[in-house]
């Protein structure tokens, strides 16, 4: 059974950076495809970043060059250091994974929340 757990949100100002961990369970996933996406308050789910297991990296235009991605096959952990924060990068943040050899994210963890306020 995948099990998926994130940690690391919180409330930041403007301008701050925040990491998020995500530490995932119940199989091998060094075959797997692994992601973050978030959901603002009225707005819909959002793709931000995606890592393959052979660690090529995309990422939503809005978050290119302050956002970083990136994986710990030994720890089948999965991180996002998010930096130069905004408003607009208030959401619930959630971590996902794929099936083996594949690309699409299936699996979700149950969020964290991410506040960027004065």
């Known amino acids: 059974q995948v099990q998926l757990a994130e940690s690391g949100g919180g409330s930041v100002q403007p301008g701050g950076s925040l990491r998020l961990s995500c530490a995932a369970s119940?199989?091998?996933?060094?075959?797997?495809?692994m992601g973050w996406t978030r959901q603002g308050p009225g707005k819909q789910r959002e793709l931000v970043a995606t890592?393959?297991?052979?660690?090529?990296?995309n990422y939503a235009d809005s978050v290119k060059g302050r956002f970083t991605i990136s994986r710990d096959r030994a720890k089948n952990t999965v991180y996002l250091q998010m930096v130069s924060l905004k408003p607009e990068d208030t959401a619930v943040y959630y971590c996902?994974?794929?099936?083996?050899?594949?690309?699409?994210?299936?699996?979700w963890g149950q969020g964290t929340q991410v506040t960027v306020s004065s």
């Open positions: 996902g994974t794929s099936e083996p050899d594949s690309y699409a994210i299936v699996y």
């Open positions: 119940g199989r091998d996933f060094s075959r797997c495809s």
């Open positions: 890592i393959t297991s052979s660690g090529y990296t």
